[in-house]
């Protein structure tokens, strides 16, 4: 199986969606996955989401340079030897004018496939600017899946080629909401079966 990033613009739940992703794959056991940082600007590991200690995420982060982007690739690339999928949870970029910037277009040189997750408000202009940067700058990945991230509607759904994920607040990441955690199972079950090749597409 591939290395899967998840993308999208800053603040709309890309973190808390891959953890509940990578949560849901450890739990039904039947594959080998990994969850990757892959944003070293901005990095939101699991500790944080459990505990919501924002303070204590200022205090330990540390200067951002290029190494730890070449390492996070090199990462990737090692750990796709061993695991059946690596879960990256990789950086929002500059919306609108840049969003695959040179950090994630390195990272994403060892990633096979994306999951495109854009905010309600604005997800017709996220998805096409997404899409026209990853043609550019990274062609060799495939988008698997595109999601609707909102606070808004009244449920979460996975249906076809349809995905609205509703809820993905860090403070709701330890306890999701039931019909947030269902659709996040059903994208599970299709990657553990493989089914997820059904939406790929070519950027």
Known sequence: MPAIAVLGDPNTGKSVFTYLLFKELVKRGN??????EGDPSAPTGPWYLESGKEELRK???????????????????NLK???DVVLVDAGGGRPPAER???????ILKTVDAVILLCRSDNYEECFSG????????A????????????????E??????????????????????EDLQKAISKIAEKIEKREITLFLQSV
Request: with cysteine.
């Open 81 to 83: 030897k061993t695991f």
């Open 31 to 36: 594959i080998r996955v990994f969850r990757q």
């Open 156 to 177: 979460s759904k996975f249906e076809d080629s349809t995905c609205i994920l509703v809820g993905l607040d860090r403070k709701q990441a330890t306890s999701p909401r």
């Open 130 to 137: 997404w899409e026209k940067e990853l043609r550019e700058k």
């Open 100 to 106: 695959v910037t040179r950090e994630n277009a390195e």
């Open 139 to 154: 062609p060799h990945v495939k988008i698997i899946l595109k999601c609707i991230s909102t606070l808004e509607d009244d």
């Open 59 to 77: 205090k330990i982060k540390s200067p951002w340079d290029w190494k730890k982007v070449e390492w996070v690739r090199d990462s990737i690339a």
